[in-house]
Antibody
């Protein structure tokens, strides 16, 4: 059974840092691109960052570029998101999601349960 | 970024009804569109991808159509477990963007 479990969320002050992790199981992690997607009541679902299967190609949304770093450890089946210079607008439920690649398009076929990031003083 | 606009924002329906939701992209995305279902407290679940391909395990009462900028999701014979919020997502270019959601509520 495909499973992804996020961890690392919590309360952090503006300007602070947090590291999210996603432990994957039930599939060959190293064969799949992975993504972080966040959700807020106000802005809805927002793609934050993606990393290819090998870990050498990454993309970031403009809203987090230069502040967040996505990485993966295929030997440990783990996806990470290092978040720095956190802002109130980064407060959200963060999901890791497995990429379903069809022709030239990306979709998300499995999601974790999410980890909540709260940014507040 | 490609903007995705769904309509309506909510729809009231009864079990057995046929429900249609539309999604419009701000620019052409070929057939690179997915639909997700989300229930409260749960992660989104992929229903349809590439406009009309049914994800494994998804009931056949769900169907999708469209190309270019205009797409639709249809739920025929609405079941009690289908009351949820539905999102479209373009898979064409980064950042992948989602619609704002359509809530299917019980009439």
């Amino acid at each position: 059974e495909v499973q992804m479990v996020e961890s690392g969320g919590g309360l952090v002050q503006p300007g602070g840092s947090l590291r999210l992790s996603c432990a994957a199981s039930g599939f060959t992690f190293s064969r799949y691109a992975m993504h972080w997607v966040r959700q807020t009541p106000g802005k809805g679902l927002e793609c934050v960052s993606t990393i290819n299967s090998g870990g050498d190609v990454t993309f970031y949304a403009n809203s987090v570029k230069g502040r967040f770093t996505i990485s993966r450890d295929n030997s440990k089946n783990t996806l990470s998101l290092q978040m720095g210079s956190l802002r109130v607008e980064d407060m959200a439920l963060y999901y890791c999601a497995r990429v379903l690649y069809d022709s030239s398009a990306y979709y998300y076929d499995y999601w974790g349960q999410g980890t909540l990031v709260t940014v507040s003083s | 970024d490609i903007q995705m606009t769904q309509s309506p924002s909510s729809v009231s329906a009864s079990v057995g009804d046929r429900v249609s939701i539309t999604c419009r992209a701000s620019q052409g995305i070929s057939s690179w569109l997915a639909w997700y279902q989300q229930k409260p407290g749960k992660a989104p679940k992929l229903l349809i991808y590439t406009a009309s391909k049914l994800q494994t395990g998804v009931p056949s009462r769900f169907s999708g159509s469209g190309s270019g900028t205009d797409f639709s999701l249809t739920i025929s014979n609405l079941q009690p477990e289908d009351f949820a919020t539905y999102y479209c997502q373009q898979g064409s270019s980064f950042p992948r963007t989602f619609g704002q959601g359509t809530k299917v509520e019980m009439k």
